[in-house]
Nanobody, 121 residues
Framework: QVQLVESGGGLVQAGGSLRLSCVAS????????MGWYRQAPGKQRELVVI???????NYADSVKGRFTISRDNAKNTVYLQMNSLKAEDTAVYYC???????????????WGQGTQVTVSS
């Protein structure tokens, strides 16, 4: 009923840019938090950036100054603009959201299916 659909992953050269999109859809009352995590092969999933409905944003140190998150609340969509990409940015990127479904007083964590970002050196 509630799902996150990601798009925009792909292969890019180091120094290039990529823009990821994540659309939340379904029986949504409100979205509290949206953000992005990533997981490189053999490593734990790590936070890239999160942003709250109030506008507070927190980036991982490794992406500060290079990545920018933005939201289109009318479309329930979050974007991740990735600039100056490095080989170490290669990972599966997962959209993440805390969403309160309609007719439910609780918020729940949702994950996208992941989209592969590969940066060639």
């Amino acid at each position: 009923q509630v799902q996150l659909v990601e798009s925009g992953g792909g292969l890019v050269q180091a120094g290039g840019s990529l823009r990821l999109s994540c659309v939340a859809s379904g029986n949504i009352f409100s979205i509290k938090i949206m953000g992005w995590y990533r997981q490189a092969p053999g490593k734990q999933r790590e936070l890239v950036v999160i942003t709250s409905s109030g506008g507070n944003t927190n980036y991982a140190d490794s992406v500060k100054g290079r990545f920018t998150i933005s939201r289109d609340n009318a479309k329930n969509t979050v974007y991740l603009q990735m600039n100056s990409l490095k080989a170490e940015d290669t990972a599966v990127y997962y959209c993440y959201a805390i969403i309160r479904p309609a007719r439910d007083g609780y918020g729940y964590a949702y994950w996208g299916q992941g989209t592969q970002v590969t940066v060639s050196s």
